[in-house]
């Protein structure tokens, strides 16, 4: 079976651009989450979601948004990006909402100039 | 805040020697506790994670110890290879409510052979 698949692998954009990154779960996995990954530190936690609902979001600003499709695909966006927001992010999914094990994708790297 | 601390930042051991790298956690709310690998480009990886009910759990070359009064816990790679070169990150999570991986800073490990 496939991985967790996540696209585009790379992408640059310029300060205050829009961004959509898009992330296939596991097949049968019902959850996915996004994390946030800054050169040469660990993830960071910015949204969960389950049977396209949100179960949680971490400490980021609303400029960062996601939804979950009917087939548990999932997009994040981001809206007029800064600096600060290149990075590599990360999609893991599982099977359930809680207790699971999260299983990661490849990533995709932001670069904003 | 960081919730979880992870030493040390980077660790160089001889091949079939032994690799250790300690975290230390905060929240006494958590209540699991993986390790993950990442090699480059590529996402983390889930190497063996540990509930707070047991000491110790082994696979493999992989031993997790479980300090719960400290609150720590550590990684020990015997016998450690080449291969074994990796960004190594523990995590601590709920395994109730939402699925937030709360991640430590990493160690980059190097198996010299």
């Known amino acids: 079976d496939a991985g967790v698949t996540q696209s585009p692998t790379h992408l640059i954009k310029t300060r205050g651009q829009h961004v959509t990154l898009r992330c296939s779960p596991i097949?049968?996995?019902?959850?996915v989450s996004w994390y946030q990954q800054v050169l040469g530190q660990g993830p960071q936690f910015i949204f969960q979601?389950?049977?396209?609902?949100?179960?949680g979001r971490g400490n980021f600003p609303d400029r960062f948004s996601a939804r979950q499709f009917p087939n548990y695909s999932s997009e994040l966006n981001v809206n007029a990006l800064l600096l600060g927001d290149s990075a590599l992010y990360l999609c893991?999914?599982?099977?359930?909402?809680?207790?699971?094990?999260?299983?990661f994708g490849p990533g995709t790297r932001l670069t904003v100039l | 805040q960081q919730q979880v601390k992870q030493s040390p930042q980077s660790l160089i051991v001889q091949k079939g020697g032994i690799s250790i790298i300690n975290c230390a956690y905060e929240?006494?709310?958590?209540?699991?506790f993986p390790w993950y690998q990442q090699f480059p480009g590529k996402g983390p990886a889930l190497l063996i994670a540990i509930r707070p009910d047991v000491s110790e759990k082994k696979e493999g070359r992989f031993t997790i110890s479980f300090n719960k009064s400290a609150k720590q816990f550590s990684l020990h790679i015997m016998d450690s290879q080449p291969g074994d070169s990796a960004t190594y990150f523990c995590?601590?999570?709920?395994?109730?409510?939402?699925?937030?991986?709360?991640f430590g800073q990493g160690t980059r490990l190097t198996i010299n052979p």
């Open positions: 097949s049968g996995h019902k959850s």
């Open positions: 893991a999914s599982s099977l359930v909402a809680t207790g699971d094990t999260q299983y």
């Open positions: 929240n006494t709310a958590f209540d699991y």
């Open positions: 995590a601590a999570s709920y395994l109730q409510g939402a699925q937030k991986l709360v």
């Open positions: 979601y389950y049977e396209k609902e949100e179960r």
